[in-house]
């Protein structure tokens, strides 16, 4: 089966840094996406793993450890616009394409 | 701007109504598919075509009928829907299938069965 875990909801103040986690355990695995997403909108790509280590894109960075099934997007410098839902997906390679899988999302709030 | 268009916005239908919802891609994709967003749910993935040809049917009702008469165009069609069928619908398209093509969405259709 799929599971992809991340928290519901998660608060922090304008200028700080945030860590989204997510955890996964897919049956295959080629590759992990990140994907943005304000209220009313439609999701927007964030970033790429699909080796282990850290991929850093200005104030957001995110980090792969496949070992571990483990996942981190980093925001740092937080804007209030950064208020999203940021979704977690996994390309499962098992079927002949690698469908994405996702997570049910993190609700960012950022406070002045 | 994504590049990705969805029509309408917004729908209320009964639940004998037949509406159709369109998608229509700007971005020379060769893939496109249908999701299905409910409040607090993980993406659920529903349809998927390739060069015009449909590779993935994930277990989806009768009642949600896709249609891709061309690389740029996904419909979804509607009918006898049920309330819990109230969700955003997005569609999508990539490059190709797989690997490293991220996929780029629409804005949705909210629809609401009533």
């Known amino acids: 089966g799929q599971n992809i875990d991340q928290p519901t909801e998660m608060t922090a103040t304008e200028g700080a840094i945030v860590q989204i986690n997510c955890t996964y355990q897919?049956?295959?695995?080629?590759?992990l996406f990140w994907y943005q997403q304000h209220a009313g909108e439609a999701p927007t790509f964030l970033s790429y793993n699909v080796l282990d280590g850290l991929e850093e894109k200005g104030r957001f960075s995110s980090f792969l450890s496949r070992s571990k099934g483990y996942s981190y997007l980093l925001l740092k410098e937080l804007q209030m616009k950064d208020s999203a839902s940021y979704l977690c997906?996994?390309?499962?390679?098992?079927?002949?394409?690698?469908?994405?899988?996702f997570g049910a999302g993190t609700q960012v709030v950022v406070t002045p | 701007e994504t590049g990705v268009t969805q029509t309408p916005r917004h729908l209320v239908m009964g639940m004998t109504n037949k509406k159709s919802l369109k998608c229509e891609q700007h971005?020379?994709?060769?893939?496109m598919y249908w999701y299905k967003q409910s409040a607090k749910k993980p993406l659920e993935l529903m349809f998927v075509?390739?060069?015009?040809?449909?590779?993935e049917n994930n277990s989806v009702p009768s009642r949600f009928s896709p249609e891709c008469p061309n690389s740029s165009h996904l419909f979804l069609h509607l009918h006898t829907l049920q309330p819990e069928d109230s969700a955003l619908y997005l569609c999508?398209?990539?490059?190709?299938?797989?690997?490293?093509?991220?996929?780029?969405f629409g804005p949705g259709t909210r629809l609401t069965v009533t």
């Open positions: 999508a398209s990539s490059q190709a299938l797989g690997m490293e093509n991220e996929q780029y």
């Open positions: 997906a996994v390309r499962d390679q098992t079927d002949s394409w690698g469908k994405l899988q």
């Open positions: 075509y390739n060069f015009k040809e449909q590779t």
């Open positions: 897919t049956s295959g695995f080629n590759g």
């Open positions: 971005l020379g994709h060769n893939a």
